[in-house]
């Protein structure tokens, strides 16, 4: 039986990519590609912008864990 569109997204890891620019504004991005977050992050740190990369899980809504 295929897997519901929820528990696909369950199953993959969800990267964010979080910038903070010279202006102090936060910019996040989500990528489901760890090869497209970290390149993302070197540019954003290749232009002088504090970008950190972090592991995130996607919880449906609705649901608590």
Do not use: C, F, N
């Amino acid at each position: 039986m295929p897997l519901s569109r929820p528990e696909v997204l369950d199953a993959l890891p969800t990267y964010i990519l979080i910038v903070k620019t010279p202006t102090d504004r936060l910019i996040r991005r989500v990528y489901l590609s760890l090869h497209s977050a970290v390149k993302a992050t070197e540019r954003a740190q290749a232009r002088g912008h504090a970008a950190t990369l972090e592991l995130a899980q996607y919880v449906t809504r609705g649901e608590s864990r």
